[in-house]
């Protein structure tokens, strides 16, 4: 008998043999594909390869290896080391170093690799689930905000594909904060000092008080950090990460509010108590893509509509994509002509500045504003909204988000709502009666510091429906609050019990509150039901920071915007344009723009300059497929019909958007007023008619041309090369001084502007200008601070600061700028003076070009 079973034996020992094989193979090596890209995950869970299947090119960095998922707690990470995977099912097991398990769906889509956490053992021992962070060789652009990196031939990122999967490690705030890092986008170009090394951090400029002073290095290699769902690794390229949170735990973090992370300064971090809220990491999910850069945008958006995910479309077109980016209107100032104006310009939306910032208040939704005109009785929100809808116009209010101000809120005063946002909580050790100042408690928490974004020392308490102002507590025990005022805010003092709760409210940086992640899905929908019955269809979030307040970072963003978006729809909304103060991974679905900033400190249309901030913001935006930002660029009154359409081809050229600061009285002073609106049009025109090439493209971000656009036909466009020797900040003097001109163009009529730039009381006593054949035009009148002298058309004449003809000075007929170089020379008709300045531009154009 022991003969018989003996083959039996060493079949069922070969079987387990080639099962244990099988098996080890799997714990070995897994290989999924999509049709771009490749990884290979080892038998310890770790990703080891990430593949261009195309060219084969390794985009993992030697050596180096990644957890495809870690976990996380107080002690710190937690990482695999044994995986297995099971084709049939798409399922991979990570085994932990703590004995947890995690089952994983691991799905090949056509365009990205789909993980979800479906199972986790042990799960009370974890906090987090982390997906990475990646390694990573490319190190040329990071889209920090919502986790890619790209060079020129490859992008590699990660979208989260439920709310509390989020951008990023996790952090205390769960949001990243700004500094710069130093990083050259071309080493050639942008060759780095001695001082200076790759991946050096900085803070942030200024005092932390002045928005425009974060911005404080103009040189290409110091870039703006924004997120940390990407970073930049010196040593190896780049990580990318996400998280998920179990956020139904209750813990204590020390962050900054923003926008930097030094202690001391006014924006140091404070300790805040995160409640929770009911979300959980099992479920979490999100894609992988690596992919040719060119497609990044294009993977990113099936993956959105393959996944479900938020996708606002404008006209028909998903507002990331570059064919959907339009400008804005800022309008500010009387009623009147705006309707005229943005028809005539070919603009669709407006961010209504002259009806001033607008703060939430559920008992007030109006809060008595009215939309007012010159010549018309005021009209109420809603009415002015019916009348904009009538016109095709998209319209919205300047909002401060979720910014719950005394005074003006009912869910601060006289009866605060049960869900403000809280940073501290502990309970009195006294019965407190209606007359009591003195309010002991059971341990000093972190109540000792002064409360508030920006340093405004709000320190407010609140136990039952009472507020309370304070400013500090003792440093031993009895532990009692300092300077105590019961009742504030016009809240009613109450009697309260020992043991009763009291906690201290979170803050708004203008000295109001917040909401806690209840309330705030309450004001969503508020918001949600207030647009649409004001006729609106776009809203500026100014204050957008109120989402970070509770603690939950990107999270926080998902859930605020989530709601607004379905509270829109569910009450007749359609598309909704969302402009904001930030933009991060919790908000990049939702938020068409982001046009922050403005003026000098953004882009010079008339001067052709990027300003810092500008440089700062165009690189964080277009890191993460966003476009680039002019901010609010205000129509100048002294502009040329060349200042106006630069505006137009350089968003363009750059991929920008920008809104247009309109005001009857800047329109109505401009001079150039029907040519700028005329030409701007057109550009318009060619937007709504036209797909760019990334030839013309490059050709209208040139910084050293403008151009001029023609419409000879329904989708015909003539472009014109213009180019301008510009001389700013020139001497008046009687010797003068000579400007060599570069005509790269044909021989063609002069034509130039002297512009003075005088001191208080100081008028330039006439000016002598020669050309290099002799020719001289000699102005023997006063011109006070910011008047012109023009030739153009064959005539010679003043004008005011706002290009306005004074005095026809000359004919001049037949008057030629030569092509090639040649000389003018511009000096004081008599005596010179240090207290007077010129700006001296000679304006060029070329052959036009059809396109």
């Known amino acids: 008998m022991n003969r018989c079973f003996t083959p039996l034996i060493r079949i069922l020992a070969s079987l387990m043999m080639l099962l244990s094989y099988c098996s080890l193979a799997h714990a070995q090596a897994i290989n999924l594909k999509t049709r771009y890209s490749s990884i290979s995950i080892d038998g310890k869970g770790y990703i080891t390869s990430i593949k261009d299947v195309k060219t084969k090119k390794e985009y993992n960095p030697k050596g180096l290896s990644s957890a495809l998922m870690s976990l996380s707690n107080e002690k710190g990470y937690i990482f695999p080391n044994k995986a297995s995977y099971t084709p049939k099912r798409n399922e991979i097991v990570l085994t932990f170093t703590n004995g947890s398990q995690a089952r994983i769906k691991a799905e090949q889509k056509k365009e990205y690799f789909r993980f979800q956490l479906l199972s986790l053992t042990k799960q009370k021992e974890v906090d987090n689930i982390v997906w990475g962070p990646y390694k990573t060789n490319i190190s040329k652009t990071i889209g920090d905000v ?47 000092p001695p001082d200076l090394k790759e991946g050096q951090t900085f803070t942030i400029g200024g005092d932390g008080h002045n928005d425009v002073a974060f911005y404080s290095h103009p040189e290409e290699y110091y870039r703006m950090n924004y997120g940390n769902a990407a970073r930049l690794e010196p040593k190896f390229g ?66 959105v509509l393959a996944e479900g995910l938020p996708h606002p479309e404008i006209d028909g077109k998903w507002i990331k994509d570059p064919k959907a980016y339009r400008p804005d209107v800022a309008w500010s100032g009387a009623h009147d002509s705006l309707v005229n104006y943005i028809q005539r310009l070919g603009l669709k939306s407006v961010q209504d500045e002259g009806m001033g910032e607008y703060y939430p208040n559920r008992a007030n939704r109006w809060a008595g504003k009215k939309v007012s005109f010159k010549s018309a009785p005021d009209m109420t929100i809603p009415e002015y909204g019916a009348l904009m809808k009538k016109n095709g116009i998209r319209w919205g209010l300047h909002t401060l988000c979720e910014f719950l101000q005394p005074g003006g809120n009912s869910d601060v005063s006289p009866v605060p709502n049960d869900s403000l946002a809280i940073m501290q909580r502990t309970v009195i050790t006294k019965q407190l009666s209606p007359l009591d100042t003195v309010i ?113 970072g990107e999270y926080s963003f998902k859930r605020f915007f989530g709601k607004l978006f379905d509270s829109y729809k569910k009450n007749g909304g359609k598309y909704l344009r969302v402009m904001g103060s930030a933009v991060g991974e919790g908000s990049w679905h939702y938020m068409s723009v982001c046009n922050i900033g403005g003026g000098d400190n953004m882009f010079n249309p008339v001067t052709n300059k990027w300003g810092i901030e500008g440089k700062d913001m165009r690189y964080v935006f277009q890191s993460s497929y966003l476009p680039a930002t002019f901010g609010i660029i205000g129509l100048g009154s002294d502009w040329t019909m060349y200042d106006a359409e630069n505006l137009q081809a350089k968003s363009i050229g750059w991929d920008a958007t920008y809104m247009l600061g309109l005001s009857e009285r800047s329109v109505e002073n401009c001079t150039e007023k029907e040519a700028i609106f005329k030409a701007y049009r057109t550009w318009e025109n060619l937007r709504n008619e036209m797909d760019f090439s990334k030839a013309l493209k490059e050709k209208l971000k040139d910084l050293n041309y403008k151009f001029h656009l023609e419409q000879t036909g329904k989708k015909s466009f003539v472009l014109y090369p213009v180019r301008e020797s510009r001389f700013r900040n020139q001497p008046y003097a009687a010797d003068g001084k000579s400007y060599q001109l570069e005509n790269e163009f044909e021989n063609q009529p002069l034509e130039f ?99």
């Open 753 to 851: 502007a002297v512009r003075v730039h005088a001191a208080k009381s100081e008028q330039a006593n006439g000016i002598k200008i020669t050309l290099q054949n002799g020719k001289q035009f000699l102005v023997d009148r006063k011109l006070s601070d910011g008047e012109f002298i023009i030739y153009k058309g064959n005539s010679l004449y003043t004008a005011n600061k706002f290009r306005k003809k004074l005095e026809e000075l000359s004919s001049e007929p037949n008057v030629m700028l030569p092509k090639g170089q040649s000389d003018m020379k511009v000096s004081a008709l008599h005596e010179g003076s240090e207290k007077i300045k010129l700006e001296v531009v000679v304006s060029t154009i070329g052959k036009g070009e059809k396109i």
């Open 238 to 303: 780049s990580i990318i990460c996400m998280h998920s949170r179990d956020r139904r735990k209750e813990y204590m973090i020390r962050f900054p509010v923003l926008p930097d992370n030094l202690d001391g300064k006014v924006n140091s971090a404070r300790y805040q108590l995160v409640t929770p809220t009911d979300a959980v990491f099992i479920g979490s999910a999100m894609a992988l893509y690596a992919c040719p850069d060119s497609l990044g945008l294009n993977t990113i958006e099936k993956i």
């Open 440 to 552: 002991t408690v059971a341990d000093r928490a972190y109540f000792n510091e002064f409360g508030g974004w920006e340093g405004n020392h709000t320190n407010v308490l609140k136990i039952g429906k009472e507020l309370i102002e304070y400013n500090g507590i003792t440093e031993t025990k009895p532990y009692t609050f300092l300077n105590v005022k019961r009742g504030f805010h016009g809240t009613t003092r109450g009697s309260f019990a020992s043991g009763t709760t009291i906690v201290k409210l979170q803050p708004n940086c203008y000295h109001g509150f917040a909401p806690d992640m209840n309330l705030q899905e309450v004001y969503a929908d508020f918001y949600g039901k207030w647009l649409t019955d004001g006729g609106m269809d776009y809203i500026d979030f100014d204050g957008l920071e109120s989402c970070i307040y509770q603690g939950h």
């Open 146 to 192: 919502i986790g890619v990196v790209r060079d020129d031939n490859f992008a590699i990122g990660m979208l989260g594909l439920n709310d509390n999967t989020t951008g990023g490690p996790p952090t205390g705030g769960d949001m990243s904060f700004m500094y710069y890092f130093i990083h050259s986008p071309d080493p050639i170009k942008y060759p780095l």
